[in-house]
């Protein structure tokens, strides 16, 4: 059930939480908001202060689209916090866990699925003004609609990591002496490896493997874009689109930068060497002019709010929650934001109502309509039943609404397969989405086990089978594997079973069985032979029945026994044999088509 803005307030005030709202604001400060059409700034500083924040933000975004080619993806919803004081953003400094002690760091910036948040003072460190950097390079390829190898994205972020305005001039690619001194020290990791890094091998506890990749990837990204060669500066953007377009990054390299992998290892090991480097310094470019106003109060709470929560300080945005609904009890941006503090207090039932609120409200975005449809969807496979094909589709719809607000969010996929075998009915947009998402996330197994579903309901089932018997090829996940094999198993009893089915409802069980014990000599997946073979013996049970019939109705008795008989020590069901059992004590009773003195 949803929670009705006053039903939220009265839960927030049993919680304690709207006593302290807006305590922060502080009487004498005043808010400002600087728009662009990519991010947002809040902060008290001065106007002039703001928009020359704003500003370089902006040209630092600017300077990589220019990179790119100019492309024009939606990027995900950025608020920036500047604090006037180190005091102030004190407390909002992250925690290490929830109620824990605060992180030494000079400002953060926090990735959401479809958001995220800068919160820093405005005075910050070099270090933390390369960090902030680093991350927006992060923020601004999750946009992509394809996911980027690791040395792309971290070398990009490590270049872009050193972005400043100096006047009417925006430079970046700057040296960075620490991962020259690593890689003078310790040999550049071979690119053959380089390039096959994963996000699984670039965490973990060994932090020289990370910094080696880290220092790697900045050397090969910076030697390509600013080193003398003769490889095209589009080399990053072209590779990029080669390994998207399918082609392996053994192939992929050789062919985009034109010479093996082994000459390019000699080459940068001998830029690192040389010490001769180049830097983009470029006019400014006519980036978004940012739009300074007042910032109202509940647009302030949203931004704390979210701040507080990427910080784990759960109370605080809890507090700017209850705010922002006394405020604005009907944004649903209030709501969502009281569900996600709700959810990080573990108070799921409460969370759940607050999103399915928020969705009520028309959110924009994502989280509200993936949470409410996941947890129907839960419930549904919690009771263990099959969903009506109109309460999949109202849940598979939920599923796409948020697609629709974020199309990278793998789970909504990978849910939203799991119904297209009941979906009713199936619509075209259905068969869209999973083809995007399998082009998103090629290694998503379940995504794939939805675009075969898909392609068998719109009647192509060979296809959808050849899918499933590549999928199992290359020895997916064990849940894939039981997946695809369920699937497998209930498609060929399925097709089975239509043509039995057919036979038998008009009476044709003979041919029935004939069609079956073909279809059995010929093979079967094993699953599926399990679940024929009871259906074997009922046919033959019913073939037996049948002779036994029509030799009664002839008063064939002789054979009419014999049929019984035989039926008796079949391996037919038993409410078959039961009823032959009596029709033979009949026959031993009445003895039929005796002389009336031998019976």
Request: charged share 25%; with cysteine.
């Amino acid at each position: 059930m949803a929670c009705p803005a006053r039903k939220c307030l009265w839960r927030l005030l049993a919680l304690g939480l709207l006593a302290t709202a807006g305590a922060h604001l502080g009487a004498r400060e005043t808010w400002r908001k600087v728009v662009t059409s990519e991010f947002a700034v809040i902060t008290p500083l001065e106007e002039r202060a703001a928009l020359a924040a704003a500003t370089e933000f902006a040209q630092y975004v600017s300077a990589q689209r220019a990179f790119f080619g100019g492309r024009r993806e939606a990027l995900p919803a950025l608020t920036i916090v500047i604090f006037a004081r180190e005091k102030d953003f004190d407390s909002y400094r992250p925690l290490v866990s929830p109620g824990g002690k605060p992180l030494a760091v000079g400002g953060f910036f926090s990735r959401h699925e479809s958001w995220a948040v800068v919160g820093m003072p405005a005075r910050v460190s070099e270090d933390t003004r390369r960090t902030i950097f680093h991350e927006g390079v992060h923020w601004f390829l999750s946009a992509s609609r394809t996911r980027n190898p690791i040395w792309v994205e971290e070398g990009l972020a490590e270049v872009f990591s050193t972005f400043r305005v100096d006047g009417a001039v925006a430079e970046w690619g700057r040296v960075i002496e620490s991962h020259v001194q690593l890689l003078r020290k310790t040999p550049p990791m071979p690119l053959q490896q380089l390039l096959a890094v994963s996000q699984a091998g670039l965490g973990g506890d060994d932090r020289r493997r990370t910094g080696a990749v880290y220092a790697g990837a900045w050397a090969f990204v910076h030697f390509l874009m600013f080193g003398k060669h003769e490889i095209p500066r589009t080399a990053i953007s072209d590779y990029l689109e080669a390994v998207t377009s399918g082609t392996p990054p053994a192939e992929a390299a050789p062919r985009v930068f034109g010479r093996p992998l082994a000459d390019l290892d000699r080459a940068l090991r001998r830029y690192l060497e040389d010490g001769d480097y180049f830097m983009a310094r470029l006019p400014l470019t006519a980036a978004d002019q940012p739009v300074v106003s007042p910032a109202g109060s509940a647009e302030v709470e949203h931004a704390l709010g979210r701040l507080a929560l990427a910080g784990r300080r759960v109370d605080l945005a809890m507090r700017h929650a209850g705010a922002m609904l006394l405020a604005v009890p009907n944004d649903p941006r209030a709501h969502e934001l009281l569900a996600l503090g709700l959810r990080a207090r573990g108070d799921a039932a409460g969370a759940l109502a607050a999103f399915e609120t928020a969705v009520a409200r028309g959110s924009g975005g994502f989280q509200p309509y993936y949470e409410v449809a996941a947890a129907a969807h839960r419930t549904a496979s919690a009771r263990g039943r099959t969903l009506e094909g109109s309460e999949a589709r109202r849940i598979a719809d939920l599923y796409q609404s948020a697609l629709q607000r974020y199309p990278r969010h793998q789970a909504s996929y990978e849910n939203l397969a799991g119904l297209l075998g009941v979906v009713d009915p199936l619509r075209e947009e259905d068969r869209r989405w999973m083809e995007l998402g399998r082009r998103l996330f090629p290694e998503s197994g379940m995504i794939q086990l939805g675009v075969a579903q898909g392609v068998r309901r719109a009647g192509d089932s060979v296809r959808a089978r050849t899918m499933l018997v590549e999928l199992l090829a290359i020895r997916p996940p064990p849940e894939t594997v039981e997946l695809a094999n369920r699937l497998l198993d209930g498609w060929e009893f399925e097709e089975i079973g239509r043509q039995i089915d057919e036979l038998g409802r008009g009476g044709r069980f003979r041919d029935a069985l004939a069609a079956l014990e073909g279809r059995l000599a010929e093979g079967v997946r094993p699953g599926v032979r399990e679940r024929l073979l009871p259906v074997r013996a009922q046919l033959r049970g019913a073939t037996l029945a049948e002779d036994a019939k029509r030799a009664w109705e002839a008063q064939d008795w002789r054979e009419a026994r014999r049929a019984l008989t035989a039926l008796v020590d079949s391996t037919a069901p038993e409410p078959m044999k039961e009823q032959a059992r009596r029709m033979l004590a009949e026959l031993d009773q009445k003895r039929p088509g005796l002389p009336a003195e031998a019976r």
